[in-house]
């Protein structure tokens, strides 16, 4: 049995004052049923969505949020509350389990409701000590940076460097929210948050949302003729502490892309892969993450971005979409991810699209302090 991805929806990013949390995602919803022509609660036998009671401010965030995908009198709805990737992951386990046929899927998080992130990100660390010294995700990340610069020798320019290549290529992307040219003085001379990370070397927080139908072969061939079947996935969970980490080392990603490769039938995935959107909440993550789903040497992602280590791989092919950098919600991150490989696939991504017609994609997702979760998925060009 395969499972297809066979409608895509996002809101716009940016900032709702407007629109509470569910009502996103309701518009995401909405859009991606018409998309593929499904009614309302009855085209579907399941939803899995993807909130944090954290975020939305309230218990159980997923209940509104399952209502408006038509959970109310209609499927059964579970909440998957970390990075969205996972709830595609979930959704596909669903229709590979037989328990269903056709699944809604959906992300959302409404980041600028909240004013001080880090008091949220706090809980995510160990509570009688780690919580204490008032860790948040940014510091953890620093801590992360400053392992993999040590360990290759690599410094915070290098860093600032995959920033604007980033936000050059986000430019050129309709679907993201900062979309503007930045110099590598502006990234090395903007607010520090925590060394080496700048504030213009982080994910831009905003609000949003989205929405994809999977389904099994048949359904999925009924309700499109351009198909983007999901062939592998994996997920790992590393240990919860950071000091139990090596954190120059995302054994945790390494251990996730195994799991997909396998199941994918990748035996090498640089050669085999040609689109590859990484979920990089700052920029020393992304040569980090290439690194860890072994598609180039370790200590060498920042020569391969650049052209300087000779690889099969052409430096466009990671994160054409300009990445979360160019401003994607958490929560929602890893979900885009997957629909912008679905659209590059396709040949539908607008702005950004890699020539050639690319076949295989690699989407990832990322989930707690310093990478300690990740989600892969493998999609394939159906037809």
Known sequence: MRVGIVAVAQTAFGVHRGLRPQELTYLAVKRCLEICGLPFRD??????????????????????HGEVAGAHLGPGEVKVS????????????????????????????????VLDPSVIENFGFDAPYQQLVGLDFTQAAALQAVAYMSRYGLSHKDFAQVAVMERRRAKENPRLLAREDLSLEQVMESRMLAY?????????????????????????????DRPVWIKGFGSCYDHHNLGDRDLSQPFALKEASRQAYEMAGIKDPAREIQIFELSEHYSYQLPLWMEGIGVCREGRGLEVLGGWEQSVLDPLAFNPSGGLLGGVPRYVAGANRVIE?????????NGVQVPGGPQVALAHGTHGPAGQHHCVLILERGF
């Open 43 to 64: 085209g579907y036998e399941d939803i899995v969505t993807c909130s944090s009671d954290h975020w939305d401010g309230k218990t159980l965030s997923d209940v509104e």
């Open 82 to 113: 970390m990075d969205g990737a996972n709830a595609v992951l979930l959704g596909a386990i669903k229709i590979l389990s037989g328990h269903a046929e056709c699944v809604l899927v959906t992300a959302c998080c409404k980041e600028t409701q």
């Open 196 to 224: 080496p990370i700048t504030v213009l070397e982080s994910r831009a927080p905003c609000d949003g949302a989205c929405a994809m139908v999977l389904a099994c072969e048949e359904r999925a061939k009924e309700l499109t």
């Open 341 to 349: 490989a679905f659209l590059q696939l396709r040949g539908e991504a």
